[in-house]
């Protein structure tokens, strides 16, 4: 599985976008990206996924560069409820049947202010 | 609503003495994964199950083991709880498919055990 860096912490105020980037020197070429939420004392819960380009859902936007080894999470116009950790994973398709496996790095503290 | 259940969400056991986590899921998912979260780090995957596949990672302790008695429930025992075990545990489910390449789990609440 690649190793995921990604800053330790951030800070925003309401209103304001968030981007978050992640690195990922040693993705492989079956690896998705995906991102996770996790507020305190809740589990993680999927956020957005994406394999190249711009994805974008109700929630946020990811973006990825042609050599896939970093991505940005975008998070338009955060509120304080969007404080909580963010943590990208990289991981293959899954081929092999054996259930897919989710290392989880160290993640993003998002802090949001008014 | 479809989801995945933990119970309990807050549990107390003794040193040593025998415990027991559930999760129950509605999603029909075929895989359960088991996560240890202590705090302020991230989720660490313990074992999880692919169908009736039992697959452990190879650093979770002996201590902790688990059963899925069928694709609705799956169970973390730990036979000797030590301090060091206090931590969230959490419950995720996923479907695996050949067809749709793409995976999302699916996390419980989680269940936050203490060790006196």
């Known amino acids: 599985l690649a190793k995921t860096t990604q800053p330790i912490s951030m800070d925003s105020y309401e209103g304001q976008e968030v981007n978050i980037t992640c690195s990922h020197n040693?993705?492989?070429?079956?690896?998705?990206i995906t991102w996770y939420q996790q507020f305190p004392s809740q589990g993680p819960r999927f956020i957005i996924q994406g394999y190249k380009t711009k994805v974008t859902n109700e929630v946020a936007s990811l973006f990825i560069p042609a050599d896939r080894k970093s991505s940005t999470l975008s998070l338009p116009r955060v509120s304080l409820s969007d404080t909580a950790v963010y943590y990208c994973?990289?991981?293959?398709?899954?081929?092999?049947?054996?259930?897919?496996?989710?290392?989880f790095g160290t993640g993003t503290q998002l802090k949001v202010e008014l | 609503d479809a989801m995945v259940i933990q119970n309990p969400r807050y549990q107390v056991t003794q040193f040593g003495k025998p415990v027991t986590l559930s999760c129950s899921q509605t999603l029909n998912h075929n895989v359960m994964y088991w996560y240890q979260q202590k705090s302020s780090q991230a989720p660490k995957l313990l074992f999880h199950y692919y169908d009736k596949d039992f697959n452990n990672e190879a650093d979770t302790p002996d201590n902790f083991q688990s059963r899925r008695p069928n694709t609705s429930f799956c169970f973390l025992d730990i036979r000797s709880p030590g301090l060091g075990d206090a931590a969230m545990y959490l419950c995720?489910?996923?479907?695996?498919?050949?067809?749709?390449?793409?995976?999302?789990?699916?996390f419980g609440p989680g269940t936050r055990l203490t060790v006196t």
């Open positions: 040693n993705i492989a070429t079956n690896d998705y």
């Open positions: 995720a489910t996923s479907r695996e498919s050949r067809e749709d390449p793409r995976y999302e789990q699916y």
């Open positions: 994973l990289v991981g293959d398709m899954g081929l092999t049947g054996g259930g897919n496996k989710l290392t």
